[in-house]
């Protein structure tokens, strides 16, 4: 059975950083494009950054310039950097297959005091 395991989340200050990391055991993880969504408390989940196999990358428009997304073939694992975090990045953040959607993991939490 697939699975995506996200790590990385925590509780940080308004303008501090963290770093996830994604580890889905998919044999096509090469050829996949993977993105990172978030659910904030009482919202829906929504889609916050992707990047294609071949590195090219797309973010919502409230995180650009903040956040990056990245891959690491080799290691089967997305990695999203945050900086410059703002209280409302506060949710759950996943990773998942954008187009071919896997069954979500359960996410790893992200708190951002002010």
């Known amino acids: 059975q697939v699975q995506l395991v996200e790590s990385g989340g925590g509780l940080v200050q308004a303008g501090g950083s963290l770093r996830l990391s994604c580890t889905p055991s998919i044999n096509s993880f090469r050829i996949s494009a993977m993105g990172w969504y978030r659910q904030a408390p009482g919202k829906q989940r929504e889609f916050v950054a992707l990047i294609t196999s071949g590195g090219v990358t797309n973010y919502v428009d409230s995180v650009k310039g903040r956040f990056t997304i990245s891959r690491d073939n080799a290691r089967n694992t997305v990695f999203l950097q945050m900086n410059s975090l703002k209280s409302e990045d506060t949710a759950v953040y996943y990773c998942?297959?954008?187009?071919?959607?896997?069954?979500w993991g359960q996410g790893t939490q992200v708190t951002v005091s002010s």
């Open positions: 998942n297959r954008p187009g071919m959607f896997l069954s």
